[in-house]
């Protein structure tokens, strides 16, 4: 029995970003946009551009920052954004919801299932790190193959992957067919914990400061002070690859 080799996704919030990725040898992506805020809904022409780059864009569909118990007008919008993300290209959706008592919301989890799979049969679909904030995200892990879902984002509900492998490996355990992706805070030196917790992917977002995006002054909203924004760095993305290869 061969075992399928751990897969590199980078988190990227542009199409230079994407092709960055892709040159320095990620397998995919996570496309959003305001990652400073978690992430959030990338555009139709973001999400069609980033498939124009040719490496597999997975496309967060969140609708707003904050948390992960969402109205049924908000979970309606998803759906919508699902599938509007898959018809501009994405090779899959990163999606999540949690009932008030901070288990996973089924009824909403099934809906983004079956609205990713009406435009494409083998859509991936992703849940994101909301099981971090589930209230058992082992048991969590464990239903979501009867979901559908194809893998789940997780840092073991700790601040760090690094800090929360030891529940990771308990995740991988119960999620049976389900991939299990590391991530949060991961450097490419604690990919090797990561890979020998028993992952199916690392996550990053291999990200470094643009100063010359800074425009100080006059602050343009609630978290823009006028500093530099972020983009993916090259050489953190290959010491990731070479830490999963190595």
């Keep these: 029995m061969t075992t399928a080799p751990v897969a590199l996704e980078i988190a990227v919030t542009s199409p230079s ?18 990652l400073e805020l978690g992430g ?6 973001l999400v069609e551009t ?17 948390g992960f118990v969402h109205t049924d007008d ?9 599938r509007s993300v898959l ?16 288990t996973l919301d089924e009824d909403a989890l099934r809906r983004f299932v079956d609205a990713a799979r009406s435009v494409s049969a083998v859509a991936e679909v992703t849940l ?22 194809t893998r789940v984002l997780t840092s073991g509900a700790a601040p760090s992957a690094r800090a929360g492998v030891d529940v990771i490996r308990r995740m991988v355990e119960a999620a049976g067919p389900v991939q299990v992706m590391a991530g949060a805070g991961v450097r490419p030196a604690d990919v090797p914990t990561l890979v020998g ?23 343009m909203g609630g978290s823009d002070d006028g500093g530099a924004h972020f983009v993916t760095d090259a050489a953190v993305v290959a010491a990731a690859r070479r830490a999963i290869d190595g």
Aim: with cysteine; net charge neutral; charged share 20%.
């Design 87 to 102: 018809r501009s290209g994405a090779a899959g959706v990163v999606v999540g919801a949690l009932r008030p008592d901070h």
């Design 74 to 82: 908000e979970v309606a919008l998803m759906e919508r954004e699902v």
């Design 17 to 34: 970003g994407a092709v960055v990725a892709r040159d320095a040898g990620a397998d995919r992506v996570e496309l959003c946009v305001g």
């Design 50 to 66: 980033v498939h124009e780059t040719g490496i597999p864009a997975h496309a967060l569909v969140r609708c707003r920052p904050g």
């Design 197 to 219: 917790a028993g992952v199916a992917a690392v996550h990053l977002s291999a990200k470094r400061r643009s100063e010359e995006t800074a425009h100080g002054g006059v602050p």
């Design 40 to 45: 959030l809904t990338p555009s139709q022409a």
């Design 128 to 149: 994101h790190r909301a099981v971090d904030h589930a209230a058992d995200p082992v048991a969590a892990a464990g239903t979501l193959a009867s979901l559908g879902f």
